[in-house]
């Protein structure tokens, strides 16, 4: 019961976040909005108005591979939303210019992110070879491996939950954005509402997940000890 619900069940929401965000997305991406704006010129006005002249916005290679790099002040759009007209090209757009807002006037979590990217790159390395050392090292107690999966996934998990209100309150500030600059009408909000609510799961999905596999690890060390 344990497994079903602590691993089986974050990855069916995981997969149904997936073919939700995909298919939003695919039906937006067929809905031009009326202004004929591109996404980078979208995510270029957004950052304008918030005054930012320094950040560069680049295509990068891929499909929903947009991010936001702060370190080298970089907005990176996949080829279709970097020259898409469609609502999805917008939204996904102008939220990746949320991020360069909140990087800008010093937003809490985004800064407490950053901070963290070191240690969790080094423990998302780390958890593939302390995982495959419980099959293939039975010589090594699992009392000594488990204690370090569980610090790792308690490292990832941390960080995904930090990451949920940066990424809401990205998409918070493109919907506002978009709007207030006229670069859609009120009635084509309904593409942008629906796209970035979708593409919202896929983070509330990566949270739950590691949330459960941390669980499991710790009623796995919490079995073997008593």
Not at 7 to 17: C, D, E, R, T, Y
Not at 148 to 161: A, C, H, N, P, S
């Amino acid at each position: 019961m344990e497994i079903l619900i602590l691993i089986l069940l974050p990855i069916g929401l995981g997969l149904w976040a997936q073919l939700r965000v995909s298919s939003t997305y695919n039906r937006y991406l067929r809905v031009e909005s009326r202004g004929r704006i591109t996404g980078a010129e979208a995510a270029r006005f957004v950052m304008q108005h918030a005054g930012i002249q320094d950040v560069d916005i680049a295509v990068t290679p891929g499909r929903l591979t947009d991010h936001y790099d702060p370190v080298n002040r970089r907005l990176a759009l996949s080829q279709d939303n970097y020259h898409g007209t469609s609502l999805a090209a917008l939204g996904v757009s102008a939220h990746e210019a949320g991020h360069a807002i909140q990087h800008k006037v010093g937003y809490s979590m985004l800064n407490l992110r950053m901070a963290l990217v070191p240690m969790t790159g080094f423990a998302s390395k780390a958890l593939p070879m302390l995982i495959i050392a419980t099959f293939f090292l039975p010589i090594l107690p699992l009392k000594t491996v488990l204690p370090l999966i569980i610090g790792v996934y308690m490292i990832l998990t941390v960080f995904q939950l930090i990451t949920l209100p940066v990424e809401f309150d990205a998409s918070k500030r493109a919907k506002e954005e978009l709007l207030h600059l006229g670069v859609i009408e009120q009635d084509e909000m309904v593409g942008i509402h629906e796209t970035l609510d979708a593409a919202a799961w896929t983070y509330v999905a990566a949270f739950v997940t590691s949330l459960g596999s941390l669980l499991y690890y710790l009623l796995l060390l919490t079995g073997r000890r008593n």
